[in-house]
T-cell receptor
Framework: GQNIDQPTEMTATEGAIVQINCTYQTSGFNGLFWYQQHAGEAPTFLSYNVLDGLEEKGRFSSFLSRSKGYSYLLLKELQMKDSASYLCAVRDRDYKLSFGAGTTVTVRA | IAGITQAPTSQILAAGRRMTLRCTQDMRHNAMYWYRQDLGLGLRLIHYSNTAGTTGKGEVPDGYSVSRANTDDFPLTLASAVPSQTSVYFC?????FGGGETQYFGPGTRLLVL
């Protein structure tokens, strides 16, 4: 099974940078995903890491260290619309996803 | 517009009643999933199907059943609802289940069991 930890809440100012950490323990690692979920809506895909290193996608970047069981999602140039929950999910050797409880990011003007 | 639809959007259900949540996708995805999302617990997998005709149990399958008669539909049935099944239910699908294949989520069904 999986044990996935991420902070419950984070607050940042518009234009700033926020880093959301995710640590995991897994019986078989097969990729890590980050999703964004606005209140009352469905999760939407942000990024995927399977090898160590940084994946950059516009204002969002995601990093993975498999040996440390660690990932982070970096949100740059924060905008008000980035206020949402961010979900870390680990895929196991059976290709099933396990999700963390999510980190609620509040962007203030 | 291609995607996943779920019905109903929301439902209030008396305990003990039977309920089927519907999920349909038109993307011809092979794999489909049902999750429940509860405050503080995140998304938890109930059942999944890697391809039409096959299903499997997830992390929290008790009290739920699924079927996958064809590629597009993946209904979730609560045989006899209990208050602890109050939750938001999300259906998801993915083209396959390897590589960078992400899951696409439906809009959710909000279920209240009284």
């Amino acid at each position: 099974g999986q044990n996935i930890d991420q902070p419950t809440e984070m607050t940042a100012t518009e234009g700033a940078i926020v880093q959301i950490n995710c640590t995991y323990q897994t019986s078989g690692f097969n990729g890590l995903f980050w999703y964004q979920q606005h209140a009352g809506e469905a999760p939407t895909f942000l990024s995927y890491n399977v090898l160590d290193g940084l994946e950059e996608k516009g204002r969002f970047s995601s990093f993975l260290s498999r040996s440390k069981g660690y990932s982070y999602l970096l949100l740059k140039e924060l905008q008000m619309k980035d206020s949402a929950s961010y979900l870390c999910a680990v895929r196991d050797r059976d290709y099933k996803l396990s999700f963390g409880a999510g980190t609620t990011v509040t962007v203030r003007a | 517009i291609a995607g996943i639809t779920q019905a109903p959007t929301s439902q209030i259900l008396a305990a003990g009643r039977r309920m089927t949540l519907r999920c349909t996708q038109d993307m011809r995805h092979n794999a489909m999933y049902w999750y429940r999302q509860d405050l503080g617990l995140g998304l938890r997998l109930i059942h999944y199907s890697n391809t039409a005709g096959t299903t499997g149990k997830g992390e929290v399958p008790d009290g739920y059943s699924v079927s996958r008669a064809n590629t597009d539909d993946f209904p979730l049935t609560l045989a006899s609802a209990v208050p602890s099944q109050t939750s938001v239910y999300f259906c998801a699908s993915s083209p396959g289940f390897g590589g960078g294949e992400t899951q696409y989520f439906g809009p959710g069904t909000r279920l209240l069991v009284l």
